[in-house]
C-alpha cells in the first residue's frame, strides 16, 4: 500500500522545511540554546504549521519526542472541557484534557514538554480563559505551540505570553525544490510546466501541491492536462483568454459563449471563474486603470455569488461590466 505522500515527506526536522527560512532560523536557535517560549504560528493552510511543530520537537527530545509531544485539534473540542478536562464522566471514558497533560511532570532533561494546539484560533473565548489561566501555573513545565489561522482570534492575554512566527505561503520556487526533490525520491520524470501548473494551482498550499502532484502520478503520465483535471480546475489560459475578450476586445456576446461552454462542458462554478480571471488579471500586462475597475467588478461579483446569488446571472453581469470598462476606455482614446 502506498503511503500518503504529505506523510512520508513530512520534514523530520527544521532543515527539510521549505519555503520559510526566518522562522526556521528562529526555531534552530530556540533548539541550539535548549530553550523554548510558548509560540503562535500563524498562517494560512498548507504552510508547514505543524511540521515545524513537531520538527522543533523531534530535535529538542530525539527519540522520546512522542512522550513529550501531545497534539490536540482545537476545531474539534473547541470548548472548556477540552482544556479543564469531562469532570462529569466516568475516568475510563475521559479524553485527555490539555490541564491534566500540563500537570503531568516531564521525563526528560530539558525539564518541560509541548502541547501543540492545532487550529486554535476555533477554541471558544471561555476555553481560552481557561487556558491563560493554565499557561500560567503549568509554564515552568509545559510549552505551548498553538497553530492558527489568524492570530487575531486569539485573546490578548495569550498573544502577550506568546512569540509570534507569520508562516507565509509558499513561494512557487520553494515549492518546486520539494516537488522536484520528491520526484528524485519516487523516481519520477517531471518536466518544469508540469511542476509550474501544480505550484499555481496549489496557491501556495504546499500541502495540496503533493496531494496533487501524487494523484497525478497514481492517475499514470504526470502532464499539465492531468494536473489540471484532478485539481478540478481550468488552464490558466483559458482564463486568460476570456479575460482578453471581454476586457481588452469587448466582445460581450462572444465571451459569454465561451464562459458559458466552460462552466457546461468542463463543470467549471461561478466562483471558479471569478478567482480564474482574478489570477488571469493579476498577472496582466494593461493599463493600470483598467486594471482597477476590473478587479472591483471582480470583487463585486465574489461577493455577490457567496451571498447565493444566481452564478450565471452574475458572471454575465461580470462579463458586462467588462466589456462596458473597455468600451469607456476606448471612448477616452478617442
Same mark, same amino acid.
Given at each position: 500500500?502506498?503511503?500518503?505522500?504529505?506523510?512520508?515527506?513530512?520534514?523530520?526536522?527544521?532543515?527539510?522545511?521549505?519555503?520559510?527560512?526566518?522562522?526556521?532560523?528562529?526555531?534552530?536557535?530556540?533548539?541550539?540554546?535548549?530553550?523554548?517560549?510558548?509560540?503562535? @504560528?500563524?498562517?494560512?493552510?498548507?504552510?508547514?504549521?505543524?511540521?515545524?511543530?513537531?520538527?522543533?520537537?523531534?530535535?529538542?527530545?530525539?527519540?522520546?519526542?512522542?512522550?513529550?509531544?501531545?497534539?490536540?485539534?482545537?476545531?474539534?473540542?473547541?470548548?472548556?472541557?477540552?482544556?479543564?478536562?469531562?469532570?462529569?464522566?466516568?475516568?475510563?471514558?475521559?479524553?485527555?484534557?490539555?490541564?491534566?497533560?500540563?500537570?503531568?511532570?516531564?521525563?526528560?532533561? *530539558?525539564?518541560?514538554?509541548?502541547? @501543540?494546539?492545532?487550529?486554535?484560533?476555533?477554541?471558544?473565548?471561555?476555553?481560552?480563559?481557561? *487556558?491563560?489561566?493554565?499557561?500560567?501555573?503549568?509554564?515552568?513545565?509545559?510549552?505551548?505551540?498553538?497553530?492558527?489561522?489568524?492570530?487575531?482570534?486569539?485573546?490578548?492575554?495569550?498573544?502577550?505570553?506568546?512569540?509570534?512566527?507569520?508562516?507565509?505561503?509558499?513561494?512557487?520556487? &520553494?515549492?518546486?525544490?520539494?516537488?522536484?526533490?520528491?520526484?528524485?525520491?519516487?523516481?519520477?520524470?517531471? &518536466? &518544469?510546466?508540469?511542476?509550474?501548473?501544480?505550484?499555481?494551482?496549489? +496557491?501556495?498550499?504546499?500541502?495540496?501541491?503533493?496531494?496533487?502532484?501524487?494523484?497525478?502520478?497514481?492517475?499514470?503520465?504526470?502532464?499539465?492536462?492531468?494536473?489540471?483535471?484532478?485539481?478540478?480546475?481550468?488552464?490558466?489560459? +483559458?482564463?486568460?483568454?476570456?479575460?482578453?475578450?471581454?476586457?481588452?476586445?469587448?466582445?460581450?456576446?462572444?465571451?459569454?459563449?465561451?464562459?458559458?461552454?466552460?462552466?457546461?462542458?468542463?463543470?467549471?462554478?461561478?466562483?471558479?471563474?471569478?478567482?480564474?480571471?482574478?489570477?488571469?488579471?493579476?498577472?496582466?500586462?494593461? &493599463?493600470?486603470?483598467?486594471?482597477?475597475?476590473?478587479?472591483?467588478?471582480?470583487?463585486?461579483? +465574489? @461577493?455577490?455569488?457567496? +451571498?447565493?446569488?444566481?452564478?450565471?446571472?452574475?458572471?454575465?453581469?461580470?462579463?458586462?461590466?467588462?466589456?462596458?470598462?473597455?468600451?469607456?476606455?476606448?471612448?477616452?482614446?478617442?
Amino acid at each position: 500500500m502506498n503511503p500518503i505522500w504529505i506523510e512520508k515527506y513530512r520534514p523530520a526536522n527544521l532543515s527539510e522545511i521549505f519555503g520559510q527560512d526566518d522562522n526556521v532560523s528562529r526555531l534552530k536557535a530556540f533548539v541550539k540554546s535548549r530553550e523554548l517560549p510558548h509560540l503562535i @504560528f500563524s498562517g494560512p493552510a498548507g504552510t508547514g504549521k505543524t511540521s515545524a511543530a513537531m520538527a522543533v520537537a523531534i530535535e529538542l527530545f530525539g527519540e522520546s519526542w512522542k512522550e513529550n509531544f501531545l497534539e490536540l485539534n482545537a476545531s474539534n473540542n473547541r470548548g472548556i472541557n477540552v482544556i479543564r478536562g469531562h469532570e462529569d464522566r466516568e475516568k475510563s471514558d475521559r479524553q485527555v484534557s490539555v490541564k491534566d497533560y500540563a500537570r503531568i511532570m516531564p521525563n526528560n532533561p *530539558l525539564g518541560f514538554k509541548i502541547i @501543540f494546539m492545532d487550529e486554535a484560533d476555533q477554541l471558544t473565548p471561555d476555553a481560552q480563559a481557561a *487556558l491563560r489561566r493554565t499557561m500560567e501555573i503549568y509554564s515552568s513545565t509545559t510549552r505551548f505551540i498553538f497553530s492558527v489561522n489568524y492570530s487575531s482570534q486569539i485573546i490578548p492575554p495569550i498573544q502577550s505570553r506568546c512569540v509570534v512566527m507569520r508562516f507565509r505561503l509558499v513561494a512557487p520556487d &520553494d515549492m518546486k525544490k520539494k516537488l522536484r526533490y520528491i520526484a528524485e525520491k519516487e523516481k519520477l520524470t517531471v &518536466d &518544469d510546466e508540469v511542476l509550474d501548473v501544480i505550484a499555481e494551482e496549489s +496557491e501556495g498550499d504546499l500541502r495540496k501541491a503533493l496531494n496533487i502532484f501524487q494523484s497525478a502520478h497514481f492517475a499514470g503520465k504526470i502532464t499539465p492536462k492531468t494536473i489540471y483535471e484532478i485539481s478540478g480546475m481550468v488552464s490558466g489560459n +483559458e482564463f486568460r483568454k476570456v479575460l482578453s475578450m471581454a476586457l481588452q476586445n469587448g466582445l460581450f456576446n462572444e465571451t459569454v459563449d465561451e464562459v458559458e461552454n466552460l462552466m457546461v462542458s468542463k463543470g467549471v462554478s461561478g466562483m471558479d471563474v471569478v478567482r480564474g480571471m482574478h489570477s488571469a488579471l493579476r498577472r496582466a500586462s494593461i &493599463d493600470p486603470l483598467v486594471k482597477i475597475k476590473a478587479l472591483i467588478a471582480l470583487g463585486e461579483a +465574489e @461577493f455577490r455569488l457567496v +451571498e447565493g446569488s444566481s452564478d450565471k446571472i452574475q458572471i454575465d453581469a461580470l462579463l458586462a461590466r467588462m466589456a462596458e470598462i473597455h468600451a469607456s476606455t476606448q471612448g477616452q482614446k478617442e
